[in-house]
């Protein structure tokens, strides 16, 4: 791939700021959610991860707007 999540993450950052994006990686470390986090993400999940921890991380982005 050209690009990984990070390069996505700020790719998708410049064309549209506004959209809230979420990084899905099956090999997160801490390091990495920091990164994206301080890129502009506003969440990270870690695979695999459960359906009921998307929903959260959801409700939570959904309540700051």
Not at 21 to 50: C, E, R, Y
Request: hydrophobic share 45%; proline share 8%.
């Amino acid at each position: 791939p050209e690009l990984d999540g990070i390069g996505v993450l700020e790719a998708s950052q410049k064309i549209s700021p506004a959209i809230p994006f979420i990084l899905i990686s099956g090999h997160a470390t801490a390091d990495d959610v920091a990164l994206a986090l301080s890129k502009g993400a506003k969440g990270f999940l870690g695979k695999p991860f459960q359906p009921e921890q998307l929903e959260k991380l959801l409700e939570v982005i959904n309540s700051t707007k």
